[in-house]
């Protein structure tokens, strides 16, 4: 059993940064895509950037230039110039049926979810 946990979230006014992190605990196959998604009030949960196991990194276009996933004992996503847009419940995933080059930002594919952390930016 993989057991996930968020950590990080915050309040910050526009243009401020926040860095999240999440660890994974139990067995972590060598085949995987680990993945932040985020889920705003009354929204659907929408991708924001996931890492194959293959070091293949793939952000969603609305996070480019302002968000950068770093992946070393924890998965840490580093949130610069944030908006009051980027307001939403942030969730870690993973995924071992995929992997390679074939992980995708798609939320039916992952099976380990932690409960979230809460990021809110004031314009």
């Known amino acids: 059993q993989v057991q996930v946990a968020e950590s990080g979230g915050g309040s910050v006014q526009a243009g401020g940064s926040l860095r999240l992190s999440c660890a994974f605990s139990?067995?972590?196959?060598?085949?995987?895509?680990m993945a932040w998604f985020r889920q705003a009030p009354g929204k659907e949960r929408e991708g924001v950037v996931v890492?194959?196991?293959?070091g293949r990194i793939n952000y969603a276009d609305s996070v480019k230039g302002r968000f950068t996933l770093s992946k070393d004992n924890t998965l840490d996503l580093q949130m610069e110039s944030l908006k009051p847009e980027d307001t939403a419940m942030y969730y870690c995933?993973?995924?071992?049926?995929?992997?390679?080059?074939?992980?995708?930002?798609?939320?039916?594919?992952?099976?380990?979810w932690g409960p979230g952390t809460q990021v809110t930016v004031s314009s």
């Open positions: 890492i194959s196991n293959l």
């Open positions: 995933a993973v995924d071992f049926a995929y992997g390679g080059t074939r992980c995708k930002l798609d939320r039916y594919l992952y099976n380990y």
């Open positions: 139990g067995y972590i196959g060598s085949t995987y895509c």
